[in-house]
């Protein structure tokens, strides 16, 4: 199993300090967020009582990022999130929303490759720098969720570095703005 594949494991010691086993040092919840939103899976596990944490600090990051005002969930969703929990076995709900990131994540792949393919308008002048901005919409409006899936019939292939795609993005909108310019 490569790297990448492992999940990437945190120890909680009893201080309530998280340490990264491999880069040896502490993290945060924003740090490991960040692991997650690079395609990484994260195990987190209590030192001392070798309890999988991993759960709790998933639900914990994301009720920071809802209190922060970055609401992904609407409440109707979170209602029906908790009424879930009072079922009995846990309800559909569960399978439910695996199913849905599920469909939504081959969705977003099929539509990437289609854009990918071949294409008549591909010759166009700033043709490229108009398709990096679909994908960076994309994955703005699904949050990224091709990269960051981590259910069942995940691709692992190497996602390249957010900060670079930025740039890229950027750079061809530049090329595409001076294209059209001169056009003008």
Known sequence: MSEQEKPLLIKRYASRRLYNTETSDYVTLEDIAGFIRDGREVQIIDLKTGDDLTRQYLLQIIAEHESRGENVLPVNVLNDLVRSYMVPGGGMMPQFLQSSFEMLRESQTKMMENMNAINPMSSIPGFDALQAQQEAFLKA????????????????????????????????LADLQQKLSKLS
């Not at 949050?143 to 981590?150: I, N, Q, V």
């Not at 292939?157 to 900060?163: I, L």
Request: glycine residues 18%; hydrophobic residues 15%.
């Open 141 to 172: 409006m699904t949050g990224g969720l091709s990269g960051g899936w981590s259910g069942p019939g995940q691709d692992d292939e190497e996602k390249p570095e957010p900060k670079e795609d930025l740039d890229d993005i950027k750079k061809q």
